[in-house]
């Protein structure tokens, strides 16, 4: 593939459901990062993944928020009880290996209603 | 605590004026420092990272430990330099080892003809 796939490309949901949001890295990227991003506001980190290993969570803002990576390649993020301050783009990045650059995919933008 | 401050939310100059945009961060190791770009409509991409020390096209940035400042610099701007620009720091120290990048809110770059 020519880059990080990140599905879908928008979301609307209403208050209170869960939605799946699901992210294709770079085919052989061992890291995979999750970020959320507010409206007016940079990236802010949520999740790490390396290969199939989650070694960094802190940045999950509640137990509602989920991340699995089961076979070290495609990603989902699961958020639960969707509420409004959840609407935001949440971006995924993949690299090489822990320490090159990170490659972004295109966002998936979460409405909730 | 880490963190990314860039002061500016927009930035207007005319084509053929000189760039910076300002980024300053708060760090208590050693940080490793890039510019991350967001053209109209597409992914956000990586622009520079300090230990290249290489520049882009026609970018440049020095990072200044003594003013925590990793300000972006260009002579002459052009049209197509219009986008939104996200200074991150990342640290092996607080990362443990990889790059978990540490977003500013970004400056939108506007270059009018």
């Known amino acids: 593939g020519a880059g990080v796939s990140q599905s879908p490309r928008y979301k609307v949901a209403k208050r209170g459901q869960d939605v799946a949001l699901r992210c294709d890295p770079i085919?052989?990227?061992?890291?995979l990062f999750w970020y959320q991003q507010a409206l007016g506001q940079g990236p802010e980190f949520l999740t790490y993944f390396q290969n199939e290993a989650q070694l960094d969570k802190s940045g999950l803002p509640s137990d509602r928020f989920f991340a699995e990576r089961p076979e070290g390649s495609v990603s989902t993020l699961k958020i639960q009880r969707t509420q409004q301050e959840d609407s935001a783009v949440y971006l995924c990045a993949s690299s090489l290996s822990a320490n090159q650059p990170q490659h972004f995919g295109d966002g998936t933008r979460l409405s909730i209603l | 605590a880490q963190r990314v401050t860039q002061p500016e939310k927009l930035l207007s100059v005319f084509k053929g004026a000189p760039v910076e945009l300002k980024c300053n961060y708060s760090?208590?190791?050693?940080?490793?420092l890039f510019w991350y770009v967001q053209y109209s409509r597409q992914r956000l991409q990586l622009l520079l990272r300090h230990i290249s020390r290489e520049s882009i096209k026609g970018f440049t940035a020095d990072l200044n430990k003594g003013e925590t400042s990793f300000h972006l610099k260009k002579p002459f701007a052009q049209e197509e330099d219009s986008a939104m620009y996200y200074c991150a720091l990342s640290g092996r120290g607080f990362s443990g080892g990889y790059n978990k990048l540490i977003f500013g809110a970004g400056t939108r770059l506007a270059v009018h003809p």
């Open positions: 085919s052989g990227h061992v890291s």
């Open positions: 760090y208590s190791g050693s940080p490793e």
